[in-house]
């Protein structure tokens, strides 16, 4: 077994002295596609946000390992903004700056200094050519990135992570409230992905995670019910709840 | 009485207020504008003022009144601005930031007068730089920074916190999504504060007679005294020194002041369009 990028050893998460991820256990390996799944409140993003330093809260109490690229995140000395340039994270509604595609595109190069104009250029384009937008903006990136419909935004908001060549990009739905063509091109732009790259897509569309992850882990409540091979849990899972979300019994 | 009918009389106050105070603008601005402006010429513009203002023009009191402003602004913007920044991007809503608030919130009702007193004991006398520019600009700067800060704070929050967590998550430093983000998309709301304190520091005499002082002369050292507009028409009127002259520096003065709210009630407008 290679060693994980992502190692969570018996995380607890707990906000406002409310338990919001309780004992999590789980592996993400180099180049796959680890879906997380569950119902609403069950704390995939705040996992998410743990990965790549990013939550906040008040009376915030951790416990637990977390190692993401060999470092353990959830120490004091861990320095977020190199992490995050390695972990970039895409929200579940897309956010793109009000100001041209192609800014949004190196907004992240830019601000670790980089200026030369062809480096620039050439992290847009592989951005966009990630995100499978390429050939809908290619010729008109200096137009302002808010004119572009809900699913090109989304992909172009994977495109601005993709642009800084992350080891991991953490997926927040990134396809709730796009249309079925839509999706079907950011899971098509997920599988080409991770061939160079790790991805953890967390989904309550539970037909997705299927489609597209390796495998695949469910949160229930904070808890994490069960981890393993997508086809093995989708056919025959060992928990009975996780039966039930995936035949839709409840959730 | 029937509700009906006291919802009628309530509408027609409150109508006849609203049209009474625009009357009551109008008829102001006619009185000054029709005994005023036909003294306001070229030369009354550029020449500057003889015989303490009974002949000659305003030149000296124009360049007065924009050389106060500026250092005033250069003084309280980055102060106002910074302050505006640290309260909303840097501070937990607490104890702290209701303190600097109510603090900003007096400093805003302490009466001008009372400040031009407080300038005049401090930087006129206390520091020696005797009534100047910079006496007055500092003196200025205090009177519109609650404004500033006001106007700035509610234009950085009306930033969406997504830019914020956009920055954050490509690895960007909280200062850094300040600079290219917060600042730069709040920025038509904090001109509009801008514009809006100098058309408050424009008008004011009782700060400025005490801090800048009455000279007639043309500032150039930060440490002349000079003259504002609003001070040359207060001496003008009060001192009965020309009536004619007193009027047409009134009209310059009321049209400025016209021109900066138009120009930022503009802004205003342009930056509620470009928030949708
Ligand atoms: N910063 C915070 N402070 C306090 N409570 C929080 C915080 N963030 C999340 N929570 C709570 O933790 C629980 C899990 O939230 P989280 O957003 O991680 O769930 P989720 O699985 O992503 O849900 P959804 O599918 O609706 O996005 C929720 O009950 C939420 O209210
Ligand atoms: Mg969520």
Redo the contacts with the bound molecule.
Sequence with gaps: MPEPLIKARNVSLE??G?P??KDISLDIFRNEIFGIM????????????LVNHT????N?KIEGRLHVLGEDVLSDEVNPTPLRRKVSMVF?TPVVLPMSIFENLVYGLRIQGIRDKSRLREAAERGLKAAILWDEVRDRLDKPAQKLSGGQQQRLCIARAMALSPDVLLL??PTSGLDPISTFRIEEALKELKKRHTIVL?S?NTKQIARVSDRCAF?LM?ELIETGKTSQMFTVPREKKTDDYIAGRFG | MTPKRAEHIALGLMVSGAFLALAILLFIIAVIMIKGLPHVTLRFLLDNPMDMGRAGGIFSTIVSTIYLLVVSLIIAIPLGVGTAIYLTEYTVEGKVTKIIRFGTECLAGVPSIILGLFGFILFVVKMGFSWCVLSGGISLAIMILPVIIRTSEEAIKAVPQSYRDVNEVLGGSKWQGVIRLVLPNAAPGILTGIILSVGRGIGETAVVIFTLGTSLRTPFSIFDSGRSMAVHFYILAQEGISMKNAYATAAVLVFSILIINIFSYYMMHRFVKGRT
Aim: hydrophobic share 40%; proline share 3%; no cysteine.
């Design positions: 906000a406002d409310k919001i991820l569950g119902p609403a409140g069950g704390g995939k993003t705040s996992f998410l946000r939550f906040r809260g008040s915030v579940a927040d739905e967390v309550n949160f904070g």
